[in-house]
T-cell receptor, first 110, second 115 residues
Framework: DAKTTQPNSMESNEEEPVHLPCNHS???????IHWYRQLPSQGPEYVIH???SNVNNRMASLAIAEDRKSSTLILHRATLRDAAVYYC???????????FGTGTRLTIIP | GAGVSQSPSNKVTEKGKDVELRCDPI?????LYWYRQSLGQGLEFLIY????????KSGLPSDRFSAERTGGSVSTLTIQRTQQEDSAVYLC?????????????FGSGTRLTVV
């Protein structure tokens, strides 16, 4: 499976935008980029996913590099509720396992 | 229901006993997944169902673990002769269909403690 690399931790001020990076230099042409987050004592929560084009939903935006070797999850205005571990995961066809790495622990500073 | 429902939310059992964990996926979701998360660890894939069949059960850690799904809906994960290392949060997820272009919805999990 293609691997992803994320910073272990990041901090951001409340009400500021947050840019969470992910490197995936060995991504294959059919791999989708998925983002999940896990709040303390909860199951993971789907955030967003994309293939090539940038994606927006009510939670976040996903910016995908033109060569697809990296992507950035953008939270437009962080709130305290956004403090969580964020996982960047590649999902390819024929592979139903989501492989969760260690993710990025995001701390929001009031 | 609106989300993935798991029961019980907490289970304490004695070593050597059998336990059953239940997952109710989102109605209409054909794909169902079981994961577990040990304290302070990442998520570990256990098994995947498409309908009632399990094309991938490669993550089941031993033959004490089994799972079934009936009616393309509810799934039960059974752990026989529980051991202390089985203590973890067991998470169920469902997806509209298998494939890379669908996201998963996770339940809140069952916290299993083996004493």
């Amino acid at each position: 499976d293609a691997k992803t690399t994320q910073p272990n931790s990041m901090e951001s001020n409340e009400e500021e935008p947050v840019h969470l990076p992910c490197n995936h230099s060995t991504i294959s042409g059919t791999d989708y980029i998925h983002w999940y987050r896990q709040l303390p004592s909860q199951g993971p929560e789907y955030v967003i996913h994309g293939l090539t084009s940038n994606v927006n939903n009510r939670m976040a935006s996903l910016a995908i590099a033109e060569d697809r070797k990296s992507s950035t999850l953008i939270l437009h205005r962080a709130t305290l509720r956004d403090a969580a571990v964020y996982y960047c995961i590649l999902k390819g066809f024929g592979n139903e396992k989501l492989t969760f790495g260690t993710g990025t622990r995001l701390t929001i500073i009031p | 229901g609106a989300g993935v429902s798991q029961s019980p939310s907490n289970k304490v059992t004695e070593k050597g006993k059998d336990v059953e964990l239940r997952c109710d996926p989102i109605s209409g979701h054909t794909a169902l997944y079981w994961y577990r998360q040990s304290l302070g660890q990442g998520l570990e894939f256990l098994i995947y169902f498409q309908g009632n069949s399990a094309p991938d059960k490669s993550g089941l850690p031993s033959d004490r673990f089994s799972a079934e799904r009936t009616g393309g809906s509810v799934s039960t994960l059974t752990i026989q002769r529980t051991q202390q290392e089985d203590s973890a949060v067991y998470l169920c997820a469902s997806s509209l269909a298998p494939g890379a272009n669908y996201g998963y919805t996770f339940g809140s999990g069952t916290r299993l403690t083996v004493v």
